[in-house]
């Protein structure tokens, strides 16, 4: 009888269940209000810097945001996915990736989009191809091109309204102005023309790197500060939200074009730390392109995916006729994933089962 009892147990200790095996207490939930924790600094930043505007701009994103899923859930009868925390950070990345003096309806436009055609209409969080906000920020780039262009400069840099006698003698309510990869992007365009006989030169931008590394300078709500975001995603790296591979690969990547490029031709290329904390590079590399829905799964899928994203946010800065290439070069590597998740899929252990 105690050798059958024995056996018994043997055999049960033998039996395995489905997959998974090891349990993972972080849930998807707990990563998306993380990933939202560590944008807050540069919301924070772009409340300070841009005051009403990026209030509106946020709010209508975060609003018809969490409205446009709660309607696509109703319509289909599903149950809803509002609480999760993606539909906020589709709301937050979209929205400081817009210019401070945007229409606030214009936003909702973009959101809605972003949300349901790009997101719910794919089979929402998991089943989307192409980064949700990045497609809305592409639709709003194609629909109003002239409003997603033009800058203002923050209010700290804004002249206060001048007294004379006692009255205003001129106040101003907006100065616009060009960004800092605006300006290092017109030596390049003025090498290229040979009848222009006088050719701005990367000079200016060059002084630029506390105000651009801090935060004080013309562009989008989350251009205003690199060390914001960096440190934003440095909490992300030590929460392990994010893995090192993409954005190390997209800082690194860029770094290494824009010095080669700066090596050069000096005159004509701006130094290659305008590059990586001007623009949305930073946002990018830590919370755009690491988006666990549309990059690779595997590490060296990651690295490839990372690499191509910084490469070609530098072909677009450096020869295209963009400033900026973030938006472009994310869409254009999500499209490239489910290649890369084929070409680098691991082997299983124990081996491929050979077909016979």
């Known amino acids: 009888m105690a050798k059958t009892e024995e056996k018994d147990k043997e055999k049960k200790i033998l039996l395995v269940s489905s997959s998974p095996h090891l349990i993972e207490p972080a849930s998807s939930k707990r990563i998306m209000y993380e990933v939202v924790f560590g944008m807050l600094p540069a919301a924070g930043a772009a409340l300070y810097y841009f005051r009403t505007g990026a209030g509106l701009i946020l709010a209508a994103c975060v609003c018809s945001a969490l409205l446009a899923e709660w309607l696509c859930n109703a319509v289909r009868k599903k149950e809803q996915t509002i609480s999760d925390g993606s539909a906020l950070i589709t709301a937050l990345i979209l929205g400081l990736s817009l210019p401070p003096e945007l229409p606030p309806w214009m936003a909702v436009i973009g959101t809605v989009v972003a949300i349901v055609v790009a997101k719910m209409l794919f089979g929402g969080l998991g089943s989307n191809i192409f980064n949700p906000a990045m497609v809305g920020r592409a639709f709003l780039m194609a629909c109003f091109g002239l409003w997603m262009t033009t800058w203002t400069a923050p209010a700290t840099m804004q002249n206060n309204p001048a007294m004379e006698n006692g009255a205003v003698k001129n106040e ?15 030596p390049i365009k003025d090498a290229a023309n040979a009848d222009k006989l006088e050719k701005a030169t990367p000079k200016q931008v060059n002084r630029m790197f506390k105000p651009m590394f801090f935060g004080q300078t013309s562009g989008s709500l989350g251009e ?20 090192y591979h993409i954005p190390l ?55 490839i995916f990372g690499i191509g994203v910084g490469a070609m946010i530098m072909m677009i800065r450096l020869v295209g006729g963009y400033p900026e290439g973030v938006m472009y070069a994310v869409l254009l590597m999500n499209a490239m994933t489910p290649l890369l998740d084929r070409w680098t899929r691991t082997k299983p252990l124990g081996g491929h089962v050979s077909a016979k």
């Open 249 to 303: 690969a997209v800082l690194a990547t860029a770094g290494i074009i824009a010095t080669i490029a700066w090596w050069s031709n000096p005159e004509v290329y701006a130094h290659p730390l305008v590059h990586l904390f001007g623009g949305g590079l930073m946002m990018c590399a830590f919370f755009i392109a690491t988006d666990p829905v549309t990059c690779p799964l595997t590490k060296l899928g990651r690295i």
């Open 172 to 186: 101003v309510v907006a100065v616009t102005g060009p960004t800092p990869l605006s300006l290092a992007k017109q």
């Open 224 to 243: 205003t500060s690199a060390v914001l975001w960096l440190i934003g995603g440095v909490f992300l790296l030590l929460r392990k939200t994010i893995t």
